[in-house]
């Protein structure tokens, strides 16, 4: 007989943690090592500890669902976000209900424990049973070395360079003051700043102007994608490009850019070859007055400005709760207004509709139903840097 139960890990289960992830990941994939692919939650010097939630048979961890908890700065405003990773169940355990049991305690910590907004990257579907719908915006841009050769043969990159950061390590403070200049970040504190931007086996990189740092970038491991750039002077954007081609020998890179940078995408719109629209990750909100408040005024700021207008959206199945209840979503002499009270709906969704439309870029929901500012209000531009990811 199968003894079966399920709790939350402490930090005595970590080795078995460990052994359980990089069999079942390697056993479907490719392998896997976790210590050194997310150092910041697995490594032996780790800074971070998600919480994990345990499917064990006969003592043995069968199941897993990590959640890695972080705050992420919206402008003023701190909303406290859950990434969840490390899913697994060993292939001679499918079929149990392990996911699904692990995936509702994960679920319950974060309404328990006053989590904003869930995040995850994975199958959609699979991940739709359990609240999480595809959202956020991200762009990546094509830049050749074609695109350099005629467009940016009179811009001058003398005095750059690209210093590991390990070799640059007397640099990080005045780096990640350059990361907290955005209008979004506040996810990484500076002791944690190397570690965290190395995840995913990412290299990441001091960008030297005449050896003062004035940027960094996070390269994948054959340097042809930068998932994250920030710049002191995005003035510097084309130089530092031009010489990030000629100093890895690149003859293309393509460069992911969040939605709350747009003079970032401005000037590569200007210069790329092409760009993708895609997904960020799938979310899950939970306190949505909270997450909408927050990114509708980042929306506000990207903009400039917002029409002065209201939505209300009647939303099914808050908290397994089926009676809609309306969310009142307005603009106001300025003033960002998102609220529940007592207003007839202007439509009436389902959490994964509702989420659907107010964070993807490509929305299933018809907005015909919806008022004119609807438009200029959604999507919201949530996003997930890859550092920051789990």
Known sequence: MTDVKYSMATSADYDEIIEHANFVFSYAHCPHEFKTLIPKAYGEARTMWPEHFIARENGRIRGLVGLLPFEQRVLDERLKVGFIGTVSVHPYSRGMGHMKKCMAMSTEYAHTHGIDIMALGGQRQRYEYYGYESGGQSRSYQLTATNCRHALKDVDTTGLSFVPFEQAREHIAALHAIYEQSPVAGARPVELFEQICGTWRKQPYAIMLNDCPTGYAIASSDHRSISELRLADVSLLQAVLKAYLKRFE????????????????????????????????????????????????????????????????????????????????????????????????????DTLAAQSLLLSPFTFVDMTALPLCARAYFPLPAYIESADGF
Do not use: W
Not at 255 to 265: F, G, K, S, T, W
Not at 302 to 326: C, K, M, W
């Open 250 to 349: 690149l003859d293309s890179v393509s460069i992911d850019v969040p939605p709350y940078l747009p003079d970032y995408a401005r000037a590569l719109s200007r210069l790329c070859e092409g760009c993708t629209l895609e997904h960020n990750e799938m979310f899950m909100i939970c306190n949505y007055e909270r997450v909408v408040s927050a990114y509708l005024k980042l929306k506000q700021r990207i903009e400039g400005a917002l029409p002065e207008g209201r939505v209300v959206l009647g939303i099914t199945g808050i908290n397994g709760d089926q009676a809609p209840r309306s969310l009142e979503i307005a603009v106001q002499s300025g003033e960002v207004i998102c609220r529940f009270g007592d207003l007839k709906p202007d439509i009436v969704l």
